[in-house]
């Protein structure tokens, strides 16, 4: 992970959330060194946008248990890659809905570079990697969903889910596509 992430500086939600911090203490962009973020960490990739109504379902959940583990002081970083249209919706959905972790930048090229090393072909993805780079899990959605904390502890323990064979399953709902036009059509149809 730390390689494919080198050099990279990701935006901290902590500061933008507490703007009073002391200089000291935070970066003057908002920003932190993935490289020290995310060293001896289980990395958690989220993608996701707020146009995107199972998104917007899941992240309730995924906050809650992130929450719970950084309280637990376990070893665990999400990042969070925009699919949103402009960065303003990017920034609304991630301070208004968003956990406390941390964001790529929305204009980073790197964003294409994920997309297409985890074959990113609907959202919300969320692929769970180890340390060294390997990916635990690209499941993650539907192992929150179905075991919730259970999983997320087995995957910072290194373990690979039982029965995932990094496949796509094809009756998942995290398969199916959702493209913004869908997702925006099926919003206006509700309307």
Known sequence: MAELLKDTRLVNKKWLDT???PEADREEDGTVS???ALAGKVV???FSAAWCTPCLHF???LKEIYAELTRRGEALEIVFVSFDKTEEEMME???NQHGDWLALKFEDPLKST???KYSISVIPKLIVIQPSGDVITSKGRKDVQDKGLVCMRAWQAGMVVKGDKHEADVT???NQPHSQSSEEAK???VS
Request: proline letters at 8%; hydrophobic letters at 45%; glycine letters at 0%.
């Open 44 to 46: 958690c990739l989220f």
């Open 59 to 61: 992240v309730p959940a």
């Open 172 to 174: 998942s709902t995290e």
């Open 34 to 36: 993935a490289d020290v």
């Open 93 to 95: 959905y991630y301070r």
């Open 187 to 189: 919003l206006a149809a």
């Open 114 to 116: 994920l997309t297409e």
């Open 19 to 21: 703007p009073d911090l």
